[in-house]
């Protein structure tokens, strides 16, 4: 067996697939790189981990620079290996992926990018690395996420109608759901609760307001819409 001296040690990255939702649209964000590899191309925020950094501490760094956040959904995704997924040489990289509400955050480049920007799902510019590959594997553990978790905690504002948590659900499966039946489901699955209020100043309509009961947010639940 070889001593542990003779071995390269290939450099370790982060990189987050960071979805955000807003009036009926996922959307995610993309860094325009500054240098190259990829130079002036958009890509998917990422980031080396230091030798005295953890993966999340790294995540944690990233989401802070862009978006001034601290403390939002974090789910390891996977680990991209290809030897040759990055120019520069052998560079591991662990994905991750976090979910937000675009207007709680202010977007800012900072030193090493020359701009950053939500794009919606459908209208991406093809990004550098193999960060497409990523955002696939995001995007499908997001869809299966939200059939048992309810990650509308972090993509809807505080309190909501049912039509909004419908088109939430809609838009991230990419599939039309039958409306009575979602009502149905969702209201079985027993993570939220009405408010006793109503949304005010639609034309001829008050829908009722709905908030996620907090204390569940770990709770799992089936549904087969």
């Excluded at 500054?34 to 953890?54: C, H, M, S, Y």
């Excluded at 996977?78 to 977007?107: C, E, H, K, M, W």
């Excluded at 034309?203 to 908030?211: A, D, G, M, S, V």
């Amino acid at each position: 067996m070889k001593p542990f001296s003779d071995y390269q040690n290939p450099a370790v990255a982060v990189d987050l697939v960071v979805f955000g939702y807003s009036r009926g649209q996922l959307s995610v964000l993309m860094l325009n790189r500054k240098e190259e590899p990829f130079q002036d191309r958009w890509t998917l925020p990422g980031a080396f981990v230091a030798i005295n950094e953890t993966f999340q501490d790294a995540c944690t760094r990233i989401l802070s620079t862009k978006l001034g956040a601290a403390g939002l959904y974090l789910e390891q995704l996977f680990t991209f290996d290809d030897p040759q997924r990055d120019p520069r040489g052998r560079v591991i990289s662990v994905a991750y992926y976090a979910l937000v509400n675009p207007a709680r955050f202010a977007t800012t480049a900072g030193n090493m990018a020359n701009d950053v920007k939500w794009f919606p799902i459908t209208e991406m510019p093809e990004p550098g690395f193999d960060h497409r590959s990523i955002l696939n594997i995001a995007l499908r553990r997001l869809q299966g996420k939200i059939m048992y978790y309810p990650v509308g905690f972090e993509l809807l504002d505080e309190e909501f109608t049912m039509s909004e948590l419908h088109q939430l659900y809609e838009c991230i499966l990419s599939m039309p759901i039958d409306r009575r039946n979602f009502s149905r489901k969702i209201l079985e699955a027993n993570f939220i609760e009405p408010t006793g209020h109503k949304r005010e100043g639609l034309k001829n309509r008050h829908p009722e307001l709905f908030r996620f009961i907090k204390s569940l947010k770990e709770h799992h639940f089936h549904l087969k819409l």
